[in-house]
């Protein structure tokens, strides 16, 4: 996932993996991060939004896009843990606000899920990835 295209200043959402509980418990996710931000890039929140409000998945949207959600108007269900039922996936995804502060020598990598199951805690880390290049 990328853009070759982009500029310093500009501001980008990226969408993590939306989560898939593969497991027979129900889980409380409590905390998400990018692992690996390349200089260049910088996390300014993340955030949690139901499918429904976005009109599907935005796996890269530019901040002020013909096709991004304004999702400062949205519901943001990253203020308490979002659970997902066991065996299910999950109707809320996390994104993350990126903005670029110089040309990023690398892609942002690596997603970080924390989270409850049966009153002990997890982390899990997926593959993700996500590569702004700054227009030359």
Not at 26 to 31: K, L, S
């Amino acid at each position: 996932m990328g853009n070759e295209n982009t500029r310093v200043g500009e501001i980008w959402y990226f969408a993590l993996p939306v989560p898939y509980n593969t497991s027979s418990q129900p889980i409380e996710i409590t905390d998400v991060a990018i692992k690996r931000v390349p200089s260049g890039i910088k996390v300014l929140e993340y955030g949690a939004y139901h499918l429904e409000d976005t009109g599907g998945l935005p796996l890269l949207a530019d901040h002020g896009g013909p096709h991004t959600p304004d999702f400062g108007k949205l519901k943001n269900y990253a203020l308490k843990p979002v659970k997902v039922e066991a065996g299910k996936e999950s109707d809320i995804f996390y994104l993350a606000k990126l903005k670029i502060t110089a040309p990023p020598k690398e892609a942002a990598r690596w997603c970080r899920f924390d989270y409850r199951q049966a009153g002990q805690a997890y982390s899990q880390t997926m593959d993700c990835e996500v590569e702004l290049k700054v227009a030359k």
